[in-house]
């Protein structure tokens, strides 16, 4: 072979062994196939209601033919736009027709015009709305849930994706509630109910009463009010004292019995507040939490680990409402809430002690 | 010369342990995100500053989507500040303050020190809410975004916020996309993981917060600052203040779109680090202060990031100089796994660790693009070692150091 060619081959072909493994790079490049900005979402803000209001959107073209099975008292059937069949009933006796022949599922989106209580041991494999009160019977299977009014679950019952009320949404005992739970008014679970995203003015864990406290909005986040204390190891608080700054614990934290706490609190390890500790700030620990009987926390209540609250405790209030969030939630039987609980993992309302 | 050479592989080493701890973190660690829960509370009046100067081709965007978040509106105060412009800032600003009359307070800058540092600590002196926000005017807030970033301010310890930035003009050329992928791994994996280990996540100065006793209690902004941002970060952290990163806390912004913007941005960003360096690497490392031992040597790391580039030019030379001089560090089989670590492990860490962030971005083909980071990395090498250069030299030149504001590439209203 002459050395001219040899040599030129040998260029070509170091070349192309270059520009092999960047192929894919120049290829991508030209093309743009995956060129687009990351999605930011703009819209949904996190909000618990999204899917609700995205099912209201769906069935608000039903809701017609809904009215009309009111008044007539037959039931009506059909297909909506993405495939899946619909159920209209318009009269109480049409509640057997979600489970034709004592068949346990019921793979239809069901639409009811009025109140209606359902029997139990049905799985619905597809969205529920209800115009009226609705009333779960016991272990049932709900995949979506969206009352206009009131939503009462039956014992040991459970929620796959979401339920919303407009009215107030009670479980009763050993429900399990995945996902997104959410009322207008009232969300009331029973001790044995398990749950992750919960949202509403007032939520009652077990038994508790709504009551309103007398710290205004202003004291979650005032810096006026107070100074920081920074501590670099274990604090205690003694029963009883009343501290007027945000304290910062990088060890861990105990409050003792009826302590109250102006500002903020915050612990690197564990945190554990005795019973009638009421802090006007937040609480967030980068560890686990306790919080004893009948305490009264103002602000958001956060640990990176997980919680557990103790029977009579209030987090927030209806003028000051808040969020209590941690990957495993414990309530016992007894604590409200008023705004958001957030168990990422699981949480868990137990029988009280 | 050896022994400086062995002082820089042995620097590098460090910096690749680095990146691979915080990418083996960000894929199989604890992720923190303790406060992305909080979507009710008793919300706080907040301060949002907009800093621009000359921009007239974004202010008007961020100024909208600032009207259309969902805080609560008699909480939220805008002040976009008017920073010595010369172009129709100042009008677009006054005319969308007119438009929106109780929720916007402009505030005019005509003369005074340059920079955005000393733009923030005039404008500031007026502040009266405890949580401030700041925005750069490029950047594009959703809807959700005041809450979010709010939200930290909860926790007493947190002096200090950043969310994560996410390249809206990503796709327009070679530039921008290896942009994107830099800001990917920087914020997805490398202020995440920082997070996550209770290190030091930096003040990025936009899409940022800051608590206001915190910031009156260290003296306020340093207006000689070049990167307020990070001069800020070791200022709280030596004070015994929190800053804290969150990663769901995303905002559009716009990157370079010429290679000279790009590193006439490179070479601000080395000059500020750098000057931080000077400042509180000694006090950091040793002083007597309340940062713990990891966040002094985190901080210590993050603070060399830009003078590593210049070492590493150097060490190149050396070994190329030693190479010629006949003198061989490494002998046989040591040479030889030396060799092979580094081509295996060592060169590739920042480009793991980019690739992670794109896949946890859930981002597919463009991870092809991934070889010509070389191109982006030696763009950076040269130009942040110019920087430093010009930065050891300015005592004998007499160069000052000056704000070179980030060209703007979107025409808008």
């Known amino acids: 072979m002459n050395s001219a060619i040899a040599v030129v081959l040998l260029v070509l072909l170091t070349g192309i062994f270059f520009i092999l493994p960047l192929l894919p790079a120049l290829i991508e490049l030209r093309l743009k196939r995956d060129a687009q900005p990351l999605n930011v979402i703009h819209e949904h803000a996190g909000e618990i209601r999204h899917f609700s209001y995205g099912f209201r959107s769906c069935i608000a073209a039903l809701l017609e033919s809904l009215h009309k099975c009111v008044l007539s008292g037959t039931p009506a059937r059909g297909t909506l736009p993405n495939g899946d069949r619909y159920l209209l009933l318009g009269h109480t006796d049409d509640t057997r027709l979600v489970s034709p022949g004592g068949k346990t599922t019921c793979e239809s989106v069901v639409a009811f015009g009025m109140d209606v209580v359902l029997p139990n041991g049905i799985t619905f494999d597809k969205e529920i709305y209800a115009a009226g009160q ?6 049932s299977v709900f995949r979506a849930l969206l009352g206009e009014q009131d939503i009462h679950l039956g014992r040991a019952s459970t929620v796959v994706r979401w339920a919303h009320a407009v009215g107030s949404f009670r479980a009763k005992h050993d429900c399990d509630l995945y996902g997104r739970i959410s009322s207008d008014r009232e969300i009331e679970l029973e001790s044995g109910c398990a749950f992750q995203r919960l949202n509403a003015p007032h939520i009652a864990l077990g038994r508790s009463g709504a009551e309103e406290t007398d710290v205004s909005a202003d004291t979650v986040l005032n810096p006026s009010l107070r100074g920081r204390r920074l501590v670099d190891e274990d604090l205690e608080i003694r029963a009883g004292e ?11 934290l105990h409050i003792g019995a009826g302590a109250r706490v102006l500002g903020s609190v915050k612990s690197h390890k564990h945190m554990a507040l005795e019973a009638g500790v009421r802090v006007d700030g937040s609480l967030i620990s980068a560890s686990t939490m306790h ?31 808040t969020t209590v969030s941690a990957p495993t939630i414990q309530v016992a039987d007894g604590v409200s809430v008023f705004g958001t609980v957030w168990a990422r993992t699981e949480g868990q309302v137990v029988a009280q002690r | 010369m050896l022994y400086s050479l062995f002082f820089i592989v042995a620097l590098i080493c460090v910096y690749t342990a680095r990146h691979y701890v915080f990418t083996l973190n960000r894929l199989f660690g604890f992720q923190r995100h303790p406060y992305i829960d909080i979507d009710v509370a008793s919300w706080p009046r907040v301060t949002v500053f907009v800093a621009a100067h000359n921009e007239e081709k974004v202010i008007w965007n961020i100024l909208a989507a600032l009207m259309e978040v969902n805080y609560p509106k008699d909480k939220m105060l805008v002040v976009p500040i008017n920073d010595r412009s010369t172009d129709r800032t100042a009008e677009i600003i006054n005319l969308f303050s007119e438009e929106n009359p109780g929720r916007i307070r402009p505030f005019h800058r005509a003369a005074g020190k340059a920079g955005k540092a000393a733009a923030l600590k005039d404008a500031m002196e007026s502040a009266d809410t405890e949580v401030i926000l700041i925005f750069d005017a490029d950047y594009i807030p959703s809807s959700g975004l005041i809450k979010q970033l709010v939200a930290p301010f909860f926790d007493p310890e947190v002096g200090g916020l950043m969310g994560r930035v996410i390249p809206l003009n990503g796709g327009t050329n070679l530039l921008t996309r290896l942009l994107d992928f830099e800001r990917s791994g920087g914020y997805q994996v490398d202020q995440q993981a920082r997070m996550n280990l209770g290190l030091v996540p930096q003040h990025g100065g936009t899409v940022a917060g800051v608590r206001l006793s915190a910031l009156r209690e260290i003296g306020g902004w340093d207006d000689n600052s070049l990167s307020e941002d990070t001069d800020l970060t070791y200022r709280l952290l030596l004070a015994g203040w ?19 913007a790009r590193i006439k941005q490179l070479m601000r960003w080395a000059k500020g680090h750098n000057q931080a360096l000077a400042a509180y690497s000694f006090r950091l490392l040793f002083g007597k202060h309340r940062a713990t031992l990891r966040e002094r040597i985190d901080g210590f790391l993050l603070l060399g990031v830009y003078g590593m580039a210049l070492l590493m030019l150097i060490g190149w030379i050396l070994a190329l100089g030693l190479f010629y001089e006949g003198v061989a560090p490494l002998h046989g089989v040591i040479a030889l796994l030396a060799i092979t ?29 991934l070889p010509f980071l070389v191109l982006g990395f030696a763009v950076s090498i ?17 160069a000052k150091f000056h704000w070179d504001k980030t060209q703007r590439f979107r025409t808008s209203r």
Request: glycine letters at 10%; one cysteine or more; hydrophobic letters at 35%.
């Open chain 1, 134 to 139: 609705l009333t779960g019977g016991e272990k």
């Open chain 1, 242 to 252: 009343i501290v007027s700054e945000n304290i910062v614990a990088r060890g861990k």
């Open chain 1, 291 to 321: 919080i004893g009987p009948d305490c009264r926390i103002t602000g958001p209540v956060i640990s990176e680990h997980g919680m557990e609250i103790e029977t009579g405790t209030h987090c927030g209030s209806f003028g000051t409402p």
């Open chain 2, 242 to 260: 929190k800053t804290v990163y969150q990663n769901r806390s995303e905002c559009y912004e716009e990157v370079p779109e010429t290679w000279e």
């Open chain 2, 341 to 369: 670590a580094y081509g295996a492990i060592g060169n590739f860490a920042a480009f793991f660790e980019i690739a992670a962030a794109a896949r946890l971005d859930y981002t597919r083909q463009r991870i092809y693009l």
């Open chain 2, 382 to 398: 040269f130009s942040v070692s110019r920087a430093c250069v010009s930065q050891m030299l300015a005592p004998i030149t007499g």
